[in-house]
């Protein structure tokens, strides 16, 4: 290192940088005869590539336990699926309440699959949730449309009509299903007047359209039954009349007395998708926003007495080099708050507890050092040849540790779900980091601050 002053520099640059992101929105006001001057630092969002790419930093994510809301873990029902499939039914009952989760407009959602013994579940993390009982009807509904027409021997009797909406057993499966729909809207009808209620217009993809021409065309003038997850009555029954005979050619729409919200929460489940097994709730948990803060408030406060005295217990032990590592343990925390905001990070309590850990971790990587510095004195080396050589012979057992670490970190993150997943997520991110605030940022400051000792090591 030819010129640690230079290199001093720019770690300090780094610092700033990190601060500025780490920053929540701070406004500056200061108005006077002299000065008037109304701006903010901290809490930046960023739109690059034309938009393409969003860089938040207003902000650390904060997860289900922090900012609050409802966890909902859901069993998968395997018992009409070939096991050879089961993984990937799984995943694609996953990617459809993903995309039900994000219709609802829910930040920063947590979906999960995980495999316990013979029961297959998805996890589900609904941070900022109000509304629970609304969400979990709409991520564990089935949401299959089947189309029935009257079995032939029953016959069609404009008198029944009632009759045949409260029986099930009087209806036969078409060839057609939720699974030809491209999308579903809701409308409403603007040629019945005011109070109309609202309808549900269906989007068929092409060979779903033909196949419901085909339908149509072999019962004009009888009705067609709507179900919803096999439910005991049809959500609409609407007659097909002979304008039909030629085929479907728009979007038709099904009425049933919805509510706008019953409607719209059926609509967002066509248009998402089917799930393709049934699940259910097998457990529900729902966190306060007020607990969460009461929890983060507890963990700052237990951080900072912690981090105060690893950083007394430095300066006690190693004197001016114990100051040299608590100058390197605040740039270290810097920067790792500041990559939990650029990745971004979702922070939770394990996570906070994570991060912790790590700044535990880069500490020990300078007491590691420092002590094979006294040794190296101990036996007799000047402070110069010591100070290289307590850094190149305590380098194999950093590495060694942190990789350990580092393993750890990847089986819990790849293994583990939820929680355990953003514990092993901040660890890793903060012994990353702190290998490199041990080994380069102590060298660089020990280099400026014992510069005729040093020598440049």
Same mark, same amino acid.
Do not use: C
């Given at each position: =290192? ?6 001093? *520099? ?7 940088? /990190? ?19 109304? +701006?903010?630092? *901290? &809490? ?13 930093? #207003?902000?650390?994510? !904060? ?13 998968? $029902? =395997? /018992? ?21 989760? $994000? ?38 509904? +089935? ?23 409260? #029986? ?11 699974? $030809? ?13 005011? &109070? ?32 919803? $997850? ?5 959500? /609409? ?18 009425? %049933? ?15 998402? %998708? ?13 966190? %306060? ?27 006690? #032990? ?19 708050? /500041? ?8 922070? +939770?309590?394990? &996570?906070?507890? &994570? ?63 939820? =929680? ?13 980091? #702190? =290998? ?7 060298? +660089? ?7 005729? !000792?040093?020598?440049?090591?």
């Amino acid at each position: =290192m030819r010129n640690p002053k230079f290199t001093l *520099g720019l770690i300090f640059g780094l610092a700033i940088v /990190s601060l500025l992101i780490d920053l929540p929105k701070v406004p500056i006001t200061i108005k006077n005869k002299f000065i008037n001057v109304d +701006t903010r630092v *901290g &809490g930046y969002f960023f739109n690059l590539f034309d938009g393409r790419v969003r860089l938040d930093l #207003s902000e650390i994510k !904060k997860g289900l336990d922090i900012k609050g809301g409802v966890k909902v873990v859901l069993k998968a $029902d =395997m /018992s009409k699926i070939e096991e050879k499939d089961r993984d990937s039914a799984l995943e694609s009952a996953k990617a459809v309440i993903s995309r039900r989760v $994000d219709l609802l407009g829910v930040s920063e959602p947590v979906i999960q699959t995980s495999k316990v013994g013979s029961d297959y579940r998805i996890i589900v993390e609904l941070s900022g949730v109000s509304d629970v009982s609304e969400a979990l009807s709409q991520i564990g509904q +089935t949401a299959q449309l089947t189309f029935k027409k009257l079995k032939e021997d029953v016959g069609y009797d404009p008198n029944k009509f009632n009759e045949y909406f409260v #029986s099930k057993d009087v209806w036969e499966d078409t060839s057609v299903t939720g699974g $030809d729909l491209k999308g579903a809207d809701v409308v409403f009808d603007q040629n019945s007047g005011t &109070g109309a209620g609202p309808q549900i217009r269906l989007k068929f993809t092409n060979e779903g359209r033909d196949k419901f021409s085909e339908v149509a065309k072999a019962n004009i003038n009888k009705p067609i039954a709507i179900f919803l $997850d096999e439910g005991s009555t049809p959500i /609409s029954m609407p007659l097909v009349n002979s304008d039909l005979a030629g085929g479907l050619t728009s979007d038709p729409v099904i009425t %049933g007395n919805f509510t706008v919200e019953e409607a719209n929460r059926l609509s967002i489940s066509l248009r998402a %998708g089917a799930l393709p097994v049934p699940v259910e709730v097998i457990e529900q948990r729902t966190v %306060g926003a007020t607990l969460g803060q009461e929890s983060v408030r507890r963990s700052i406060i237990a951080g900072v007495v912690g981090i105060l005295i690893v950083a007394l217990f430095m300066v006690v #032990s190693y004197g001016k080099l114990g100051f040299i590592a608590d100058l390197a343990l605040v740039i270290y925390t810097l920067l790792v708050i /500041s990559v939990f905001k650029i990745v971004p990070v979702v922070m +939770t309590l394990p &996570g906070i507890a &994570g991060f912790i850990l790590s700044i535990g971790m880069a500490v020990d990587a300078n007491i590691l050092i420092f002590e094979r510095i006294r040794e190296e004195i101990e036996w007799g080396k000047p402070f110069n040849l010591a100070l290289k050589l307590g850094f190149e012979r305590a380098w194999p057992s950093i590495k060694d540790s942190n990789f350990a670490s580092f393993l750890t970190s990847a089986v819990l993150f790849h293994f583990g779900t939820g =929680m355990v997943r953003g514990f092993a997520l901040t660890l890793a991110i903060g012994v990353a980091v #702190s =290998m490199f605030t041990a080994v380069f940022i102590t060298r +660089t400051l020990i280099n400026v601050f014992y510069e005729e !000792k040093a020598r440049h090591i």
